[in-house]
DNA sequence: TACGCTCGTTCATCAACCCGAACAATAGTA
DNA sequence: TACTATTGTTCGGGTTGATGAACGAGCGTA
């Protein structure tokens, strides 16, 4: 679990072992150990990783299931009007000081589009206008459908697909 | 400031060294030896303590200086007012969804009054009204005079003591 | 006073983490 | 091909964390 958590952090730090072992001080046999699972690293190990991957140290401790979010269509909560026929679903509030850059892409069916990960804070939002897809940062796939929507981390690897000709969405890119 | 750590949350779950040793599976003769700040422990012996403390590991991992704020009486910034003769000071926001229940207080001289911790989030809020008392988290205590308003975490060891007959004073215990 | 219990500390012993060096694998270049 | 520079792995050995027993101190009770 740890080590997962430090290879995930030094793969989106983009630095090799060795670079990350002697950026932080240690032997890189020591990385090399804690990243295989073996192992029962000290604090002070970790310190010094923490601060060469500059996060917090609680954050090697995370399992980190990324917070994802799933509306399926017709599903959500649904915001009052004054007007009878108008009907809002509230998908996601935007939090202070971020940037939303939208796209609207069309797909084909073929092979599987891997993305790399984002920047750190990177939340992606789609979508799915016509057809269908699978997307989701990776062991969180998930198949949606038309109307149905889809938050989650994009600072983990992730995957787009489509499964239907023409499949068209909506991808909103959340930058902190 | 691993050791302070430890030391903290160990006294405010009201453990003894031994109790915590045995409950964590761990020597105690380790604990006692982190919490002289000796040594450097492993993540496995962290993960036991937390786990027997009921609290996140990356709590142990806090410096957490406990927040107090202290404003005397004439200090802090005052609201506008469209009337002349009013003047408000803002001593402290209310964050959302707590319970905040307000005490009144007159308090003798004599014995000191320890407080058990109240549950974690706890703050309290001390505002003199009359008098002189002494307040505060351990080694934090404030001496207030009328007017002075004083905030700690409520979930630490804290004590009370009026310094005059009559010691009237308001408190104000914050629940999340 | 003597006993029993719990408190936290100190001391040798064992296990393990951490290290450094040597190692195979791959890629780029002359 | 050969040389060079990376990648990440595996292997002894020294340092250190974790252990359990023994210790003195404090408290309540017979």
Request: contains cysteine; aromatic residues 6%; hydrophobic residues 40%.
């Amino acid at each position: 679990m740890i080590a997962a958590a430090i290879q995930r952090e030094r793969s989106r730090a983009g630095k090799s072992l060795s670079a990350l072992a002697a950026e932080a001080g240690i032997a890189k046999s020591t990385l090399s150990q804690l990243e295989a699972g073996n192992g029962n690293p000290s604090v002070e190990t970790l310190w010094a990783l923490a601060a060469a991957l500059d996060v917090p140290l609680s954050l090697l401790f995370e399992t980190e299931a990324p917070a994802t979010k799933l509306v399926r269509a017709g599903e959500g909560d649904v915001l009052e009007s004054e007007q009878s026929d108008f009907s809002a679903v509230l998908l996601s509030r935007c939090p202070p000081n971020v940037r939303r850059d939208v796209y609207r892409v069309v797909m084909q069916p073929g092979e599987v589009r891997r993305a790399q990960p984002h920047p750190r804070g990177t939340v992606e939002h789609m979508l799915v206008c016509a057809g269908q897809m699978r997307v989701g940062p990776a062991g969180q796939e998930e198949v949606l459908l038309a109307g149905d929507y889809y938050s989650y981390p994009g600072d983990h690897p992730h995957s787009y697909e489509a499964l239907q000709p023409d499949t068209l969405f909506l991808m909103v890119m959340e930058a902190p």
